[in-house]
């Protein structure tokens, strides 16, 4: 639904999108990440038609945005992060107008209309002003501008942004749910949210795409992420150079608190010697107070990958 090709932006010598290539297939939540700066807002703008790009390609459920961008607008929903909307428009007059330009029938309109205000959590301020709103309800009119013609796609930039915990909980299920009918594109700086609503990663970095991944292979990443964590109260006369030896520890950082040993392993992805390890500890009466495996996480990868450590 959403293919980008060596899509290239530049403004003069800076090049903000520098030759990024991915695809999102229908009914994928994709996760788009980057720090600021990094090109996501650009790349954002210019898969929904408003900005043009220096080379590359890019096509919306077939259609190319440069050379046939109306029918790729039609096939959009989009959510940018400052929501603009009409302040002296009351919601449902919003709503009715946007609906209108975006080609709802007029027998559809009223129900189309009716089940976004619903599923947004808006039907409550319908005819309330939109310059009267707080921000967070000002954010869900954006959304359910953003669903009011049903479109195949769907980008968002920053959807939570301003509002409440309960508010966030909601639009998360609701982008959830819109997975498994519609394909979503989400931009968002808050990683907990991308863990919990996409199956699938972008992170781009000073222009570039330097990752794409899906969740579920995310702990597959990098050898260094992995580790085993030890502590344990060893006895003194106790060998316990063992642990370079088993399969899959690369490295072991050992430190010393007293009686009590607590060991970092460095392992490889596919490796889990913690059995290995606790057999060895009741054979050798070591006392253990802590035996855990840890894997690295989005944030882990994210902060890695946007600071030049890999």
Not at 178 to 201: A, F, K, N, Y
Not at 217 to 235: D, F, L, Q, W, Y
Request: net charge neutral.
């Amino acid at each position: 639904m959403i293919e980008v090709d060596k899509l290239v932006k530049r403004y003069g010598p800076t090049v903000a999108v520098d030759e990024i290539s991915f695809a999102i297939a229908r009914g994928e939540v994709v996760g788009f990440l980057g720090p600021n700066g990094a090109g996501k807002s650009t790349t954002m703008r210019i898969l929904t038609c408003f900005l043009p790009a220096t080379s590359g390609a890019a096509r919306i459920a077939g259609h190319d945005v440069f050379s046939n961008s109306l029918a790729a607008r039609r096939e959009i929903g989009y959510l940018p992060e400052g929501v603009p909307l009409y302040p002296e428009l009351r919601v449902k007059e919003y709503l009715r107008y946007r609906a209108k330009i975006k080609g709802v029938p007029a027998k559809a309109r009223k129900n189309r209309i009716a089940h976004v205000m619903d599923r947004c959590g808006v039907t409550q301020v319908a005819r309330k002003l939109i310059g009267s709103l707080s921000k967070g309800f000002r954010q869900r009119v954006g959304l359910a501008e953003a669903l009011v013609s049903d479109p195949p796609v769907l980008i968002f930039d920053e959807p939570t942004i301003g509002l409440d915990p309960h508010q966030i909980r909601e639009v998360r299920q609701l982008i959830h749910d819109l997975g498994q009918d519609h394909t979503v594109l989400l931009s968002t700086h808050i990683l907990p949210e991308v863990e919990m609503t996409c199956e699938r990663v972008l992170i781009i970095h000073n222009g570039k795409l330097v990752f794409q991944e899906s969740l579920s292979e995310i702990a597959k990443h990098g050898a260094r992420g992995t580790h085993v964590i030890v502590e344990a109260r060893v006895p003194a006369e106790t060998e316990n150079t063992f642990l370079n030896t088993i399969p899959g520890v690369q490295k072991v950082r050992h430190r010393a608190f007293g009686n009590v040993s607590h060991f970092d392993l460095e392992v490889a992805p596919e490796a889990d010697p913690r059995e290995e390890i606790f057999q060895h500890a009741v054979q050798h009466g070591w006392t253990l107070r802590e035996l855990r495996r840890e894997q690295p996480s989005l944030e882990d990868i994210f902060v890695r990958l946007t600071t030049g450590d890999e």
